[in-house]
Antibody, heavy 121, light 112 residues
Framework: EVQLVESGGGLVQPGGSLRLSCAAS????????MSWVRQAPGKGLEWVSI????????FYADSVKGRFTISRDNSKTTLYLQMSSLRAEDTAIYYC??????????????WGQGTMVTVSS | DVVMTQSPLSLPVTLGQSASISCRSS???????????LNWFQQRPGQSPRRLIY???NRDSGVPDRFSGSGSGTDFTLKISRVEAEDVGIYYC?????????FGGGTKVEIK
């Protein structure tokens, strides 16, 4: 079955760090760019970051640039998001999303169930 | 950044009737390769988003043909014909032509 399963969310204090993971299965992981999209409580969707299939290219939203790092381990078919200097406004459900090709950044054809990150003291 | 503006914010619909959601972009979504990267996603209550439509009018596998997308340039529409109870949720448009990728604010579809 083709699926994405996120983990690693939780409660963290402002200024703290957290690493999210997204385990992929059912498809050839390295063939597809992968992304993180977040949704603050009761709010809409916000694109966060994206990485190419071979991990050679990464892009970030301005709101997280310099604080978040996206990476992937194709041998483990896992996507990561290292988050540091966390702020209250980073509180959200973080979704992992798959694109249709290695360097396709225009759409997401599969989403995970999400993992909740709460930044609060 | 490209601003995606959806309307209406809320859309009460009678079962069996049709519904239309508008999405307007602040810039043309036509890419240099000639494609227009406009997507529609459905988020049912308590679920993660699911793609319905890509490149304006291409329906995903398994999406009922009651859903259709149209438009060009900066003006796009998602139409749901014969609304069913399972169509309740929030619908988002998203542009994939310009960096950063941006979503509309969402339209909540509910049954009258």
């Amino acid at each position: 079955e083709v699926q994405l399963v996120e983990s690693g969310g939780g409660l963290v204090q402002p200024g703290g760090s957290l690493r999210l993971s997204c385990a992929a299965s059912g498809f050839t992981f390295s063939n597809y760019a992968m992304s993180w999209v977040r949704q603050a409580p009761g709010k809409g969707l916000e694109w966060v970051s994206i990485i190419s299939g071979g991990a050679g290219s990464t892009f970030y939203a301005d709101s997280v640039k310099g604080r978040f790092t996206i990476s992937r381990d194709n041998s483990k078919t896992t996507l990561y998001l290292q988050m540091s200097s966390l702020r209250a406004e980073d509180t959200a459900i973080y979704y992992c999303a798959k694109t249709p090709a290695s360097t396709s950044y225009s759409t997401f054809d599969l989403w995970g169930q999400g993992t909740m990150v709460t930044v609060s003291s | 950044d490209v601003v995606m503006t959806q309307s209406p914010l809320s859309l009460p619909v009678t079962l069996g009737q049709s519904a239309s959601i508008s999405c307007r972009s602040s810039q043309s979504l036509v890419y240099s390769d000639g494609n227009t990267y406009l997507n529609w996603f459905q988020q049912r209550p308590g679920q993660s988003p699911r793609r319905l439509i890509y490149k304006v009018s291409n329906r995903d596998s398994g999406v009922p043909d009651r859903f259709s997308g149209s438009g060009s340039g900066t003006d796009f529409t998602l139409k749901i014909s014969r609304v069913e109870a399972e169509d309740v949720g929030i619908y988002y448009c998203m542009q994939g032509t310009h960096w950063p990728l941006t979503f509309g604010g969402g339209t909540k579809v509910e049954i009258k």
